[in-house]
Nanobody, 119 residues
């Protein structure tokens, strides 16, 4: 059974930084992408950043140059990280981690972590 748990959200002032973590429990032997999405009130969930199994990354235009996605692979636990710098009020949202796995087959989501950028 695969479970994703996000952490690292919180309240930060504009221009500040946060690092989100998505801890993956259970074994994922192969995957297509590991992603970060976000959803602000009244908006649809949008893809923020993704990383493929070969390490290719992709970002939505509004976060390019400010956010960095990476994967920390440990013997027991994999973690998807999202380093967020120069945060803006419009980055305020609930951030979700997603894994598109091929073995075991499935699309897995975390429960989300709130990020609020405000002075």
């Amino acid at each position: 059974q695969v479970h994703l748990v996000e952490s690292g959200g919180g309240l930060v002032q504009p221009g500040g930084s946060l690092r989100l973590s998505c801890t993956i429990s259970g074994s994922i032997f192969s995957f297509v992408t590991m992603d970060w999405y976000r959803q602000a009130p009244g908006n649809q969930r949008e893809l923020v950043a993704s990383i493929t199994d070969t390490g290719n990354t992709n970002y939505t235009d509004s976060v390019k140059g400010r956010f960095t996605i990476s994967i920390d692979i440990d013997k027991n636990t994999d973690t998807v990280l999202l380093q967020m710098n120069s945060l803006k009020p419009e980055d305020t949202a609930v951030y979700y981690c997603r894994v598109v796995s091929t073995f075991p087959w499935g699309i897995y989501w975390g429960q989300g972590t709130q990020v609020t950028v405000s002075s």
